[in-house]
């Protein structure tokens, strides 16, 4: 019911900065949390950053200090500025998002884009 699609991922070389966005289509009253998470290869998805609807933000340790995350709730969508990109930060970034389908309290489903490469190499 929900379709989401991440671009902006691209090969950057250490130190660099990258801005991920995701854009949201489909049947959707409202959108609670939105976030970003990653897969490195071999290893389990993590969470890199979430943000409530209010704006309260959430970001792994390891970012942190590096990566900002922002929505905008008008056009639904989440972007994730990455600054001082590290080789760690490799990997298939997807943002996921917890979204109302209908009103008068209908239940909230949770949805994943495809994911974007970023790979951080010199």
């Known amino acids: 019911q929900v379709q989401l699609v991440e671009s902006g991922g691209t090969l950057v070389q250490p130190g660099g900065s990258l801005r991920l966005s995701c854009a949201a289509s489909?049947?959707?009253?409202?959108?609670?949390?939105m976030g970003w998470y990653r897969q490195a290869p071999g290893k389990q998805r993590e969470l890199v950053a979430t943000i409530t609807s209010g704006g309260s933000t959430n970001y792994a340790v390891s970012v942190k200090g590096r990566f900002t995350i922002s929505r905008d709730n008008a056009k639904n969508t989440v972007d994730l500025q990455m600054n001082n990109l590290k080789h760690e930060d490799t990997a298939v970034y997807y943002c996921n998002y917890n979204v109302q389908n209908y009103p008068w309290g209908s239940p909230r489903n949770d949805y994943w884009g495809q994911g974007t490469q970023v790979t951080v190499s010199s």
């Open positions: 489909g049947r959707i009253f409202s959108i609670n949390a």
